[in-house]
């Protein structure tokens, strides 16, 4: 990289970050739940434009329980114990709507 020149990236409206780490869930699960995340934004037509959503996978988020743990930015909201089907709900009613699944929420952020 050339000095004075930056990287780019197209802009994002949300980043979800998803722990697939073995600590908090066995057998994988938070790996079949990032994977399945990709197939859920690009059939809600989350993959690009200004509702574009970054995925990340994480090996750890520091929670060690209760996975698999996904947490959506820049609202700062955690879901715990994400199952297939909880999944398809933050991403339709979360991420295409706007509208935090309240009753999986375990943790959210603050500002200080």
């Given at each position: 990289?050339?000095?004075?020149?930056?990287?780019?990236?197209?802009?994002y409206?949300r980043?979800?970050?998803?722990?697939t780490g073995?600590f908090c869930?066995?057998?994988?699960a938070g790996?079949?739940?990032y994977?399945?995340l990709?197939?859920?934004?690009?059939r809600?037509g989350?993959?690009?434009?200004?509702?574009?959503?970054?995925?990340?996978e994480a090996?750890?988020?520091?929670?060690?329980?209760?996975?698999?743990?996904?947490?959506?930015?820049p609202?700062?909201?955690?879901?715990?114990?994400?199952?297939v089907?909880?999944l398809e709900?933050i991403v339709?009613?979360?991420?295409?709507?706007g509208?935090?699944v309240?009753?999986?929420?375990?943790?959210?952020?603050?500002a200080e």
């Amino acid at each position: 990289m050339q000095r004075g020149s930056a990287p780019e990236m197209e802009p994002y409206a949300r980043h979800v970050l998803v722990c697939t780490g073995n600590f908090c869930s066995e057998n994988r699960a938070g790996r079949a739940i990032y994977a399945r995340l990709a197939s859920l934004l690009q059939r809600e037509g989350l993959l690009f434009g200004v509702t574009r959503v970054k995925r990340s996978e994480a090996p750890c988020l520091g929670v060690c329980t209760g996975g698999p743990i996904v947490a959506v930015y820049p609202e700062g909201v955690w879901y715990a114990g994400v199952t297939v089907e909880l999944l398809e709900r933050i991403v339709l009613e979360h991420l295409k709507e706007g509208r935090v699944v309240e009753d999986a929420v375990f943790h959210r952020m603050t500002a200080e």
